[in-house]
């Protein structure tokens, strides 16, 4: 009988180790097949945070070239008179510390101007190379090492119509500053490096790295043709294995890389295997006593969690795995789904992000192409012979309104890069109040009448006087009203007020157009945000017009203006409120500090206080 009960055993040991075993074996080919789906995901999302931080860096050459553009075309308009393209020149390096220095070279290479005045020249043979590579490729970015070990310069060239060229040095040290708002992981490394691999950036960097040749390294190679790429290597450095995500910077040569030490980015998920590997061996030793309860246990989560494994590698973000109970295939079911669900949140982010830029992109297209197709259109019919007086005024009327537009957008384009860039700077000045709000009404009557709008102002008894920049306050009233113009149905009412007690002026533009929708209140003034009027009232507005004031309503516009607008009140030390009621038209107030015989400092800092003190 004992013979027999030991003959069971076995055979019992030997069913479960022949059911258990291949379970085992299984289990661990999916778990590998989940790591490498986990590995291959983690070296995508080095390659995209590669990816955007070469986006950045584009971006920042570009931001740091639009200003060349501007004196280029400046010089093009004014080349026979040297003072006031100096002048230019300064303006152009006054709020950017870290340019070196800019000059204007001519078509022969002579230095036409200069600034700093006192300015080193540029490295032996390269204004002639700049010219060359300006008649070829068009803009320019070189780096230059002359200066000595770990101290260079990124050297900027935009063409001019003339044939000369702006040539801008910048300080290396400004590149600090375009990843500064990337979050990574620790010991993570940025690194950017020029198009002959020398390496002209790195976080966390010492001294020597600066200038290192990378030319030959696996790092530079592994790019070839394409844009981006990962490879796993050792620092030469500091000796630390990383991943390393590295992409193409645009057209400009230059390539960023982010590597992430390998220990941190796969160190998890091997800790998770790991783990599974221990569970799946106490299974293993316990099958001899529980065969039939271990194999209907792990038997359906693990085919069930193959199945969720393979849908997720074949691009369904939305596969979970069953993840209920308290036993390991569960825990194992519930770290695969949170894993897919970080996962599908940063598929569906990037989708999001990739939305907006290409909305953003086919927005400011059409802000550019739509008043250029007009202008286009209206001097062509100003070419012809037998317009009248008023038909040629009204034409470059038009122009002049489109032209206009044009250089809205650009301005408003321009300040958006200074603020998060963060070079927008503000002055404070004694402002009158009832000055800027005349000068606004006089700059938006016409467009007021073109709708039957009466647009005026109820000036205050006594004059106000604020503590701002008069330029960007005009600006900001100048295009709250241009909102109000465009949002109000016809023949509407837009008034201009102004008011104030001990501590500040509220300047208010209200009309009675539809209103503003509840849903649009809280990100009214967020980035790229277009407001729409609220639906008619039928309450309040019968006209036959208002069922079709939605469709002919001016929405044009990128969203910048009131985003803009609360950015740079906040600046002067002065906010922006709005107030709206449906089917009775909106407020939009500016809050600024009054001004005070001690000046600037003593009506922001009073300001200051009273706004702390009503916070409480």
Not at 238 to 254: I, K, L, M, P, Q
Not at 318 to 341: C, K
């Amino acid at each position: 009988m004992r013979t027999q009960r030991l003959n069971i055993r076995k055979r019992l040991l030997i069913l479960a180790l022949g059911g258990v075993v291949p379970l085992l074996l299984v289990g661990l080919a999916l778990l590998w097949s989940v790591w490498h789906a986990k590995q291959q995901q983690l070296n995508d999302g080095i390659e995209q945070q590669a990816e955007l931080a070469a986006v950045l860096f584009d971006r920042w050459l570009d931001a740091q070239e639009q200003p060349l553009r501007t004196v280029a075309e400046y010089s093009s308009q004014n080349k026979n008179d040297q003072n006031p393209l100096q002048k230019a020149l300064e303006a152009a390096m006054a709020p950017r510390p870290s340019w070196t220095d800019l000059r204007v070279l001519a078509g022969d290479g002579k230095i036409v101007a200069m600034q700093p005045a006192n300015a080193e020249g540029l490295p032996s043979g390269l204004n002639e190379r700049l010219l060359a590579d300006a008649q070829r490729n068009g803009s320019v970015v070189e780096t230059d090492w002359t200066k000595g070990e770990g101290q260079h310069s990124l050297i900027l060239m935009t063409p001019m119509k003339s044939g000369g060229v702006i040539v801008a040095r910048i300080d290396g040290a400004a590149l600090q500053e375009i990843f500064k708002g990337i979050t990574l992981p620790e010991r993570t490394v940025v690194t950017v490096m020029d198009p002959q691999r020398r390496i002209i950036y790195r976080s966390h960097r010492s001294q020597s790295a600066l200038g290192m040749d990378l030319t030959g390294s696996t790092i530079t190679s592994v790019l070839n043709d394409r844009k981006t790429a990962v490879v796993v290597l050792k620092s030469s450095v500091d000796n630390v294995e990383r991943v390393y995500g590295v992409a193409r910077a645009g057209s400009t040569g230059y390539s960023v890389s982010v590597g992430v030490p390998s220990s941190v980015l796969y160190g998890p998920a091997w800790q998770q295997l790991t783990v599974y590997i221990l569970v799946a061996l106490l299974v293993a030793g316990g099958a001899a006593t529980a065969a039939l309860l271990i194999a209907r246990s792990i038997a359906r989560p693990l085919r069930l969690l193959s199945l969720a494994a393979q849908k997720f590698g074949e691009g369904d973000f939305s596969a979970r795995a069953p993840s209920a109970g308290e036993d390991d295939m569960s825990r194992l079911g519930m770290n695969f789904n949170a894993m897919a669900q970080r996962l599908e949140q940063r598929e569906a982010r990037l989708a999001e992000l990739d939305t907006l830029k290409s909305e953003w992109v086919s927005r400011v297209s059409h802000e550019l192409r739509t008043p250029l197709t007009t202008i286009k259109a209206l001097t062509r019919l100003l070419m012809r012979d037998g317009l009248s007086q008023a038909k040629q005024r009204e034409y470059i009327e038009t122009i002049s309104l489109e032209c206009d537009r044009q250089i809205d957008l650009v301005l408003n384009l321009l300040d958006l890069a200074r603020i998060e860039g963060g070079v927008f700077r503000i002055t404070h000045e004694r402002v009158d109040v009832d000055e800027v709000m005349s000068s606004c009404v006089k700059a938006g009557i016409r467009a007021a009448e073109r709708r039957g709008h009466v647009l005026r102002i109820e000036k205050n008894r006594d004059p106000l006087f604020v503590c701002a920049d008069p330029k960007t306050i005009r600006r900001v009233l100048g295009n709250l009203i241009e909102n109000s113009v465009k949002y109000t149905p016809d023949c509407g009412l837009i008034v201009l007020s102004a008011h104030g007690n001990d501590n500040e002026v509220i300047i208010s533009v209200a009309d009675n157009g539809r209103g503003i929708p509840a849903e649009d209140m809280p990100v009214l003034f967020d980035k790229f945000h277009r407001g729409k009027p609220a639906p008619p009232s039928a309450a309040v507005h019968n006209d036959e017009t208002d069922a079709d004031f939605l469709e002919d309503a001016d929405m044009s516009g990128v969203g910048l203006g009131l985003f803009l607008a609360r950015n740079v009140m906040e600046q002067m030390g002065g906010r922006i409120s709005v107030e709206s009621e449906i089917g009775r038209g909106s407020v939009f107030s500016l809050h600024l500090p009054v001004w005070r015989d001690g000046g600037c400092n003593e009506s922001l800092n009073q300001n200051g206080s009273n706004k702390t003190t009503s916070g409480r």
